[in-house]
């Protein structure tokens, strides 16, 4: 068997919207339910919600349970982890129960993110420790060609939330391997002080510049 395509990283490499939903809830039941409800992505969080990596591996396998009984022609969600911090053997752990996107608060230097490709990808391209016969994400090496076609699937998304983020957007964004950068509201609003308001005019218009500097990247 082939190592599964990362549809979702398809998807944004080409510029099609996907629309999601984030997943706070810590419970595999419920987020199996909610993969099937035709969101292009679920994201489970597992900075500001109480999950750790058995609960995500729970609901990762929640998602691959829901999608499976889809009929052909439905949205199947595909599942985004968010980590904590941005610690390789966390990163590890995550990739090997599965995921294949990861999304990492607080990167606010081009040198954090170039750390965290690394993280992401077996040798020689990074330093993803070598575990795949133990490892759910290769099926327990069902896929023989895992090792080799890991590091095309893996997608790494960061997130910018400080002023000192903001400044060194351009470079993080145009890091290779870093395969797209969200705008945290909440901690950017509290970072230019404005602490619990990112609907002020000056954070919005700086998470529109962001934007826009981040899809010229």
């Known amino acids: 068997?082939?190592?599964?395509?990362?549809?979702?990283?398809?998807?944004?490499?080409?510029?099609?919207?996907?629309?999601?939903?984030?997943?706070?809830?810590?419970?595999?039941?419920?987020?199996?339910?909610?993969?099937?409800?035709?969101?292009?992505?679920?994201?489970?969080?597992?900075?500001?919600a109480p999950n750790d990596v058995r609960s995500i591996l729970a609901q990762l396998q929640g998602i691959a349970s829901a999608t499976s009984a889809l009929p052909p022609d439905a949205t199947r969600s595909h599942p985004?982890?968010?980590?904590?911090?941005?610690?390789?053997?966390?990163?590890?752990?995550?990739?090997?129960?599965?995921?294949?996107?990861?999304?990492?608060?607080?990167?606010?230097?081009?040198?954090?993110?170039?750390?965290?490709?690394?993280?992401?990808?077996?040798?020689?391209?990074?330093?993803?420790?070598?575990?795949?016969?133990?490892?759910?994400?290769?099926?327990?090496?069902?896929?023989?060609?895992?090792?080799?076609?890991?590091?095309?699937?893996?997608?790494l998304l960061v997130q910018a939330e400080t002023v000192e983020a903001m400044k060194n957007l351009d470079a993080i964004a145009a890091t290779p391997g870093v395969d797209g950068v969200f705008i945290g509201p909440a901690d950017l609003s509290a970072s230019m002080g404005h602490v619990g308001n990112p609907g002020h005019p000056e954070v919005q218009a700086a998470i529109a510049d962001g934007i826009a500097r981040i899809l010229k990247a």
């Open 80 to 155: 985004i982890v968010r980590v904590p911090v941005g610690e390789t053997v966390l990163i590890k752990q995550v990739l090997d129960i599965g995921a294949q996107t990861i999304l990492v608060p607080m990167v606010d230097t081009a040198a954090q993110a170039a750390q965290l490709v690394q993280a992401m990808r077996y040798p020689p391209e990074g330093i993803r420790g070598m575990g795949s016969a133990l490892a759910r994400a290769s099926r327990w090496q069902a896929y023989p060609q895992y090792l080799h076609e890991a590091n095309a699937q893996t997608c």
């Open 1 to 48: 068997m082939k190592t599964p395509t990362n549809t979702f990283k398809q998807a944004i490499a080409a510029r099609q919207p996907q629309i999601g939903l984030w997943v706070g809830l810590a419970d595999g039941y419920a987020t199996e339910m909610l993969a099937g409800t035709g969101y292009d992505w679920l994201l489970v969080d597992g900075e500001h």
